[in-house]
């Protein structure tokens, strides 16, 4: 790939899916996207029990149906967001325009960004209720496997996305620096390969 603004060849080059596979950010967002697959499959398949005398499930989490709801619903979304990014880092080499580049970076920022911090919002939350569970809710001990999985994973989340917002600030300062050689050079080829 050679030509074009930071890691993308010329607009219009063939999709090379061993070079999209290797980098970086690539293995990040699959990474991610892993992981929430855990968080809310954990949460989702065991994350619910009863008592031997009740018939209505409750969270795992001290029965607290929004810390259930809350790693569900953050777990679904990352999910999405995933696959999302995943399909505009795959159309990525074909932008043209550094300026449309460069708003596609500053949104996987933001997007990176407020992700990591959801998902310490969330191991921190699920770390909490499970703390304060008590033994006589889930004398089987059912799901406590699933629980600590969900927080585990949770807390890996907090630094694939923020791996991922320091992937996307480089890529923005070499967006930054392409912009303004070609403002200064503008009919100079393409420093960066």
Known sequence: MDGGAFGAGKA????????????PHTLLRLLSWVFSIVVFGSIVNEGYVNRLDETQEHCI????????????????????????YLALDAYFPQISSVKDRKKAVLSDIGVSAFWAFLWFV????????????????????????????????????????????????????????????????????????
């Open 61 to 84: 989490f001290n029965r607290n149906r929004n810390a259930c709801n809350y790693g569900i619903t953050v777990g679904v979304l990352a999910f999405l967001s995933c696959l999302l």
């Open 12 to 23: 219009g080059g063939a999709f090379d899916p061993h070079a999209f596979l290797r980098q």
């Open 122 to 193: 969330g191991f921190c939350f699920l770390t909490n209720q499970w703390q304060v569970s008590k033994e006589e809710d889930n004398p089987m001990n059912e799901g406590g496997d699933a629980a600590r999985a969900a927080i585990t994973f949770s807390f890996f989340s907090i630094f694939t996305w923020g791996s991922l917002t320091f992937l996307a600030f480089r890529r923005l300062r070499d967006i930054t620096f392409q912009e303004e050689y070609n403002t200064l050079f503008p009919n100079s080829p393409s420093l960066l390969p």
